[in-house]
């Protein structure tokens, strides 16, 4: 506690999910803004109505397919069932007041690591940021539980655990170091 | 369209010629709970804000709050401002049903004294007993507090949310009693019978909002009753052991929903305002009917968002999560939205301070949307979890979306009583800041979210504290604006007293066919509505009865969870007997309507009740004295007579909505917590 220092940097993910969401936002404005000019304009209410009810299913369908086809393909993505077979490190993480445990506290690179998480206490959050200080992954540590994160560690150096979950007085200061050595 | 511009009174300026026509003119209790729901929620705001810039600062490193102070700030400006604001919208929904359905004023006036003792616990709380947990609470965290707050302050803290949880149960109770029994039961009032053609004349769609929330509402508050029961037990005995998994599901269960219902309460409420500016009515149509009951079905679905890193939860729920979340989205981008832009469009829009910030909150809503949606998927939220990108999609929605309507259901009212519109120079400068101001402090946190920085942080990562500094002179800048809307307010009312308001003069114009007729309430009838129900429920009872059989009560002795099971069945057992006995006929008549008041106050209290007993402290002394341990599950029987008898009385819909939900809460209560 308190020497590991999280210092974060943008990679190229993050920085597209936020690209999107900023055109979306502010499409979104535009079109709320042009609304507002067409709002003092004085049309038919029979107009209005019929050209929106008209264009009403396409909006439906359009924003059915797109969010559809967007939550099928991230379903192919998710953290879930670690293939523990293949793995080529194991590393028993322990999360606690405002603490992390390791072990061991380094793999090689280019090792395929299940880390098992778990809390000594309260709720933590393993927050793993890479030598880059790019958040790549995250698993709760919960009290009575163990949750299995797999990552491919390929890149060598100091990676940085930072607690993603609140725990108390301590939380932001809940940092630990692993290394990945080179290979 | 006949013209109506010839009868519109002398208020035109303010609203829509046709708008007057558009709302039955609210009455005087009608006003009342407006004023004060929203006058207290814009006062808690205020004083809430104040914390976050307070925290944003220290963030910033400009000021220097301690770790302590920074979470115990935290937690409650998370709790209160969610207290003040659910508490201003319920007053707005409340405003715009009373003209068409017979609501109770005391009961209102009971949630509200609920909720105000509610937020005043939770101060207390924080302040002088340091709990400083966060407002989600998350067992077993309030615990282990580090030695920053005593036991007592989390069980302050417990109870403070319980009273909120009241408050709002009261309300959602009372609301989806009244609307069921004036609209034809729940499939009337959630419009179902209308898309199944069975309805030439449809609910009103606050009413069909209203119905779906409330019905939700009281799904969530038995949830959140029965984790704050469950925490309030461990720091009664800490000898009660919360499963973490189980308690992380209730928790978010009910914050999720909570935190939901804010806005769709909201929009209940612009279904009926937004009308008097565009000067065209907010018509029940299929496509609302069909996007309210996939809210009711989806807000109750997706809150599984929040576990999605929690990899032991079963993949399944992960999967109705994330669609769920998504799906969330189609009524509010396709219904709600969607329809109150095409009334506005080309309606000649009468922009007042009031209908700006209503058009506004549309924006907030769907902006914020669409951040939580891109938050709810799964790979991303695998980046983005328990970032900062959290505070920003739900402050965008919230604070610019929830509160711009409070702001406007404040200034609505006072627009209407003035007889005038608020300053238009005012308007634009106060409406300018809030939105510059607003949209760079959630700009700020979309951004550093997206770079990984955490949420709760009270000290920020290397080089990140700009943020936290631009954000906080955006506060400064929202926070002008806002001082604006309060003297504009000030203004206002000072005119409003000066007598210039309508209501004294001119009669009401004539309404619109539909859009105000007050349903007179069918007459009551129980929760059990045939001799076949009865007789279902009494075979229940039997049935369950065998759970009082000294036989299989003892061999529930060794497992704690069989024996909380055993509990849950022997209540189900007494609440059985009692919704039977207070739906037969003679006695139903005898007592209802006259006692709703009282058997709402039987359903809170003996669920409650039932599960506080379950405190191994209480009842493990009891146990070595057979008559002693007999009496005991005699009352847990009592307990659950003493609700059935409530929901008996409270109709078909409610009644038998507490029936189970009550059960309910003994199951769910039995599944998670061991110990003792
Ligand atoms: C003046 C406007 C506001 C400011 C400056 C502000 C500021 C903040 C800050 C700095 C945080 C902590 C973020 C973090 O680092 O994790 C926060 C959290 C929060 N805010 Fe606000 N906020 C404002 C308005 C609101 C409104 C209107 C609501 C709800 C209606 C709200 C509800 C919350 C909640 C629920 C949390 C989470 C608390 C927790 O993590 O336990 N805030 N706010
Ligand atoms: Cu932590």
Same mark, same amino acid.
């Given at each position: 506690?308190?020497?590991?220092?999280?210092?974060?940097? /943008?990679?190229?993910?993050?920085? *597209?999910v936020a690209v999107v969401f900023a055109l979306i936002a502010v499409s979104l404005a535009l079109f709320f803004a042009f609304a507002a000019r067409q709002a003092g304009r004085e049309m038919s209410l029979e107009a209005v109505t019929e050209a929106a009810y008209r264009a009403r299913p396409l909006w439906l369908a359009f924003l059915a397919i797109v969010l559809g086809t967007i939550v099928c393909v991230t379903l192919f993505f998710t953290p879930y069932r670690p293939d523990t077979a293949a793995a080529s490190a194991t590393v028993k993480v322990v999360g606690g007041q405002f603490y992390w445990t390791m072990d061991p506290k380094s793999v090689p690179a280019g090792s395929d690591v299940i880390f098992e998480v778990t809390a000594a206490d309260v709720n933590h959050g393993f927050g793993v940021y890479n030598p880059t200080g790019q958040l790549i992954g995250n698993v709760q540590a919960m009290p009575g539980y163990t949750n299995d994160l797999e990552l491919s560690l390929d890149e060598p150096g100091t990676y940085l655990v930072s607690c993603l979950e609140f725990c108390g007085l301590k939380h932001h200061d809940m940092a630990a170091e692993f290394e990945v050595t080179e290979e | 369209?006949? $013209?109506?511009?010839?009868?519109? !009174?002398?208020?035109?300026?303010?609203?829509?010629?046709?708008?007057?026509? #558009?709302?039955?003119?609210?009455?005087?209790?009608?006003?009342?709970?407006?004023?004060?729901?929203?006058?207290?929620?814009?006062?808690?705001?205020?004083?809430?804000?104040?914390?976050g810039l307070t925290m944003r600062l220290t963030q910033a490193e400009v000021l220097g709050v301690s770790d302590e102070w920074f979470y115990r700030i935290m937690t409650l400006h998370g709790s209160g401002m969610l207290a003040g604001i659910?508490?201003?919208?319920?007053?707005?929904?409340?405003?715009?049903?009373?003209?068409?359905?017979? #609501? $109770?004023?005391?009961?209102?006036?009971?949630?509200?004294?609920?909720?105000?003792?509610? *937020?005043?616990?939770?101060?207390?709380?924080?302040?002088?007993?340091g709990f400083g947990a966060g407002w989600t609470f998350l067992s077993p965290l309030p615990f282990l507090p580090a030695e920053a707050w005593d036991t007592w302050a989390a069980a302050a803290y417990f109870i403070g949310l319980m009273l909120v949880g009241v408050s709002f149960l009261v309300f959602c109770i009372d609301v989806l009693t009244t609307l069921t029994r004036t609209y034809g039961g729940l499939s009337g009032a959630l419009g179902v019978r209308f898309l199944r053609d069975r309805d030439d004349n449809p609910p009103p769609p606050q009413v069909i909002a209203a119905t779906a929330v409330t019905a939700q509402g009281t799904l969530a508050s038995a949830v959140g009753s029965t984790i704050l029961i469950a925490l309030l037990g461990k720091s009664i005995d800490s000898?009660?052991?919360?499963?973490?998994?189980?308690?992380?599901?209730?928790? &978010?269960?009910?914050?999720?929903?909570?935190?939901?219902?804010?806005?769709?309460?909201?929009?209940?409420? @612009? &279904?009926?305002?937004?009308?008097?500016?565009?000067?065209?009515?907010?018509? %029940?149509?299929?496509?609302?009917?069909?996007?309210?009951?996939?809210? #009711?079905?989806?807000?109750?679905?997706?809150y599984g968002h929040h576990l999605y890193m929690d990899f032991v939860q079963p993949g399944a729920a992960s999967v109705i999560a994330t669609?769920?979340?998504?799906?969330?989205?189609?009524?509010?981008?396709?219904?709600?939205?969607?329809?109150?832009?095409?009334?506005?469009?080309?309606?000649? /829009?009468?922009?007042?301070?009031?209908?700006?910030?209503?058009?506004?909150?549309?924006?907030?809503? %769907?902006?914020?949307?669409?951040?939580?949606?891109?938050?709810? #998927?799964?790979?991303?939220?695998?980046?983005?979890?328990?970032?900062?990108?959290?505070?920003?999609?739900?402050?965008? &929605?919230?604070?610019?979306?929830?509160?711009?309507?409070?702001?406007?259901?404040?200034?609505?009212?006072?627009?209407?009583?003035?007889?005038?519109?608020?300053?238009?120079?005012?308007?634009?400068?106060?409406?300018?800041?809030?939105?510059?101001?607003?949209?760079?402090?959630?700009?700020?946190?979309?951004?550093?979210?997206?770079?990984?920085? !955490?949420?709760?942080?009270?000290?920020?990562?290397?080089?990140?504290?700009?943020?936290?500094?631009?954000?906080?002179?955006?506060?400064?800048?929202?926070?002008?604006?806002?001082?604006?809307?309060?003297?504009?307010?000030?203004?206002?009312?000072?005119?409003?007293?000066?007598?210039?308001?309508?209501?004294?003069?001119?009669?009401?114009?004539?309404?619109?066919?539909?859009?105000?007729?007050?349903?007179?309430?069918?007459?009551?009838?129980? *929760?059990?509505?045939?001799?076949?129900?009865?007789?279902?429920?009494?075979?229940?009872?039997?049935?369950?009865?065998?759970?009082?059989?000294?036989? @299989? $009560?003892?061999? %529930?002795?060794?497992?704690?969870?069989m024996h909380h099971l055993a509990h849950a069945v022997q209540y189900l057992y007494g609440i059985a007997l009692g919704i039977a006995f207070g739906s037969t006929p003679s006695i139903f008549r005898r007592l209802a309507p006259r006692w709703t008041g009282a058997a709402i106050a039987a359903g809170i209290i003996g669920s409650t009740a039932m599960l506080l007993a379950m405190v191994p402290a209480i009842y493990e002394p009891l146990q070595d004295d057979d008559v002693l341990h007999s009496l005991y599950h005699v009352g847990v029987v009592a307990l659950g007579v003493i609700t059935g008898f409530g929901a008996a009385l409270l109709g078909p819909t409610t009644g038998k909505l507490l029936a189970v939900l009550s059960v309910g809460m003994g199951l769910m209560y039995a599944a998670g917590v061991t110990g003792g």
């Open positions: 506690m308190g020497d590991a220092l999280l210092d974060p940097s /943008y990679d190229g993910f993050q920085i *597209a | 369209m006949e $013209s109506a511009t010839a009868t519109a !009174p002398a208020t035109g300026s303010i609203a829509h010629p046709d708008g007057e026509r #558009l709302m039955a003119p609210p009455d005087r209790e009608a006003r009342l709970v407006g004023w004060l729901c929203a006058g207290t929620g814009l006062a808690l705001f205020a004083v809430m804000g104040l914390l659910l508490l201003a919208l319920m007053g707005g929904i409340w405003y715009v049903l009373k003209s068409v359905a017979e #609501l $109770s004023f005391t009961r209102m006036l009971v949630s509200y004294a609920a909720m105000v003792l509610g *937020a005043v616990v939770v101060l207390v709380s924080v302040v002088f007993g000898g009660v052991e919360l499963d973490a998994l189980w308690a992380k599901n209730l928790t &978010y269960f009910f914050g999720h929903s909570y935190a939901n219902l804010i806005i769709y309460l909201g929009a209940g409420m @612009i &279904y009926v305002l937004l009308p008097r500016y565009a000067g065209r009515q907010w018509k %029940t149509t299929k496509p609302l009917a069909y996007g309210w009951l996939a809210t #009711l079905l989806l807000v109750t679905t997706a669609v769920s979340s998504s799906a969330a989205a189609l009524p509010v981008a396709v219904v709600t939205v969607y329809t109150g832009v095409m009334l506005v469009w080309g309606s000649r /829009y009468r922009w007042t301070l009031a209908s700006v910030l209503i058009y506004l909150g549309f924006a907030g809503w %769907t902006i914020g949307g669409v951040g939580a949606v891109i938050d709810s #998927l799964i790979p991303i939220n695998f980046r983005f979890h328990n970032t900062l990108w959290v505070p920003a999609h739900f402050h965008t &929605y919230l604070m610019l979306g929830a509160v711009f309507w409070v702001m406007a259901f404040l200034v609505h009212m006072l627009e209407r009583a003035a007889g005038r519109p608020a300053s238009e120079r005012v308007a634009k400068a106060s409406v300018g800041a809030m939105v510059l101001g607003g949209y760079g402090l959630v700009g700020a946190w979309y951004a550093s979210g997206a770079l990984g920085v !955490p949420r709760r942080y009270s000290v920020q990562p290397v080089d990140t504290e700009v943020y936290s500094a631009v954000a906080s002179a955006c506060v400064a800048l929202f926070a002008v604006g806002f001082l604006l809307v309060l003297f504009e307010v000030g203004r206002l009312a000072l005119a409003a007293r000066g007598g210039a308001g309508r209501g004294s003069g001119a009669a009401a114009p004539p309404p619109i066919a539909g859009a105000a007729a007050a349903a007179g309430p069918a007459p009551a009838r129980p *929760a059990l509505t045939s001799p076949l129900q009865i007789g279902t429920v009494v075979a229940i009872a039997v049935a369950a009865s065998f759970a009082l059989l000294p036989g @299989i $009560s003892a061999a %529930t002795e060794g497992n704690v969870q």
